[in-house]
């Protein structure tokens, strides 16, 4: 029964992933306009960050749509295909839950010790990435 269950989801979601992928490629907005200098200060910034992410998750295109309004190449974790990732976030975030926004930092130049913070809830990840990128600079 349980395998029945399992298969039936697996289908729906055969089904519904290109409907929902193809939406989001027809809604996607076009990215803000920023000076070269800008996006390159944009970019490097960017290389702090991953999503954690499912393909087919209506919560990650959300924040994919908000990631390219803002003109984000913010690099993308498949966690639902790809162990190592899924395993990252499970031992890292704490939970196998999408999308989550990893967020590295360098405690100093001297000693790149990488700390950071596993940020859940596409809402919480949209006001982050607003508050730090809206703006042509990155604060
Ligand atoms: N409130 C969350 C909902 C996220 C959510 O439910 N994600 C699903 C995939 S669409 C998930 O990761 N489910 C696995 C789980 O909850 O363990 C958000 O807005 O980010």
Same mark, same amino acid.
């Given at each position: 029964? +349980? =395998? ?5 989801? !697996?289908?729906? *979601? ?7 992928? $193809? ?45 390219? +309004? =803002? ?5 993308? !974790?498949?966690? *639902? ?7 990252? $976030? ?50």
């Amino acid at each position: 029964m +349980r =395998l029945f269950i399992r298969l039936f989801f !697996r289908l729906i *979601r055969l089904i519904l992933t290109p409907f929902m992928l $193809l939406t989001e490629w027809l809604t996607t907005p076009k990215a803000m306009i920023r000076s070269p200098e800008q996006q390159a200060e944009v970019n490097a910034a960017c290389q702090q960050l991953a999503l954690y992410q499912f393909s087919a998750c209506p919560f990650c295109i959300k924040v994919r749509k908000e990631m390219a +309004r =803002l003109g984000l190449d913010i690099e993308k !974790r498949d966690a *639902r295909h790809n162990a190592s990732h899924r395993n990252d $976030l499970q031992n890292g975030g704490g939970r196998v839950k999408v999308p989550c926004l990893r967020i590295t930092a360098t405690t100093s130049e001297t000693a790149p010790e990488r700390t950071g913070q596993w940020l859940y809830e596409s809402d919480d990840i949209i006001r982050y990435l607003r508050q730090r990128f809206a703006g042509n600079t990155p604060t």
